[in-house]
């Protein structure tokens, strides 16, 4: 099956400079990455998804690229602010199954 | 995107008891999954719950420990039966459209056993 590497596992940067993170996945069939962020005592919520037919995505500060060809994805987020401070998974999946593949996490910390 | 509440949102257990867990979605949905996230940790898929059918379940998750029921399209239970220490989870409830597609999750149950 699928296999989603994440980097790195903790990420601390100051206020206003700029949050990459990473991801790897192993199966050139995975052609949907969604990026969720987890708050504190909260469930994932989607922040931003890509296709494999396109190769960056933008939404205000944050940006999603993909490089098919080497199979690795990234979040990259903007101007950090400290209310972005939370855990990022990447998610990877198959067209035709539902199932996800997540990486396993980013706690980020954006200091004031 | 569809509003997804579960109950209880935490709760303290004792071995060997059970424990169900609702998923209730304000509007009608193709999938819904459950996962488990075990602390610190990433999100681990139990399940697919099916709509009128038995569940999916992933390598390592049986039915007898993890019974999950879907009456209808837009609410889900799952049971975690017997449980012990290592059943000491957060239980997360996700609703989705279909392959391709986002999913979306509800906050989550936070289960202890004691």
């Known amino acids: 099956g699928e296999n989603v590497e994440q980097h790195p596992s903790t990420l601390s940067v100051q206020e206003g400079d700029s949050a990459v993170i990473k991801c790897t996945y192993s199966?050139?069939?995975?052609?949907?990455f969604p990026w969720y962020k987890q708050e504190l005592g909260k469930g994932p919520q989607l922040i931003i998804d890509?296709?494999?037919?396109?190769g960056e995505k933008k939404d205000q500060r944050i940006a999603v690229t993909l490089n098919k060809t080497a199979k690795h994805f990234s979040l990259h987020i903007t101007e950090t602010q400290p209310e972005d401070s939370a855990v990022y998974f990447c998610?990877?999946?198959?067209?035709?199954?539902?199932?996800?593949?997540f990486g396993s996490g980013t706690k980020l910390n954006v200091k004031p | 995107s569809a509003v997804i509440s579960q109950k209880p949102s935490r709760d303290i257990c004792q071995r060997g008891t059970s424990l169900t867990i609702q998923c209730q979605v304000d509007?009608?949905?193709?999938?819904m999954f459950w996962y488990r996230q075990q602390p610190g940790q990433s999100l681990t898929l139990i399940a697919t719950?099916?709509?009128?059918?038995?569940?999916?379940?992933e390598s390592g998750f049986v039915i007898d420990k993890f019974p999950i029921s879907r009456p209808n399209l837009t609410f889900s239970t799952l049971t975690v039966s017997n449980m012990s220490p290592e059943d000491s989870s957060i239980y997360l409830c996700?609703?989705?459209?279909?392959?391709?597609?986002?999913?979306?999750f509800g906050d989550g149950t936070r289960l202890s056993i004691l």
């Open positions: 996700s609703v989705g459209e279909g392959a391709g597609q986002p999913q979306h």
């Open positions: 998610a990877a999946s198959l067209y035709n199954f539902n199932k996800f593949y």
């Open positions: 890509i296709r494999s037919n396109v």
């Open positions: 199966d050139s069939a995975s052609n949907y």
């Open positions: 719950a099916n709509q009128g059918s038995e569940a999916t379940y």
């Open positions: 509007s009608q949905v193709t999938m």
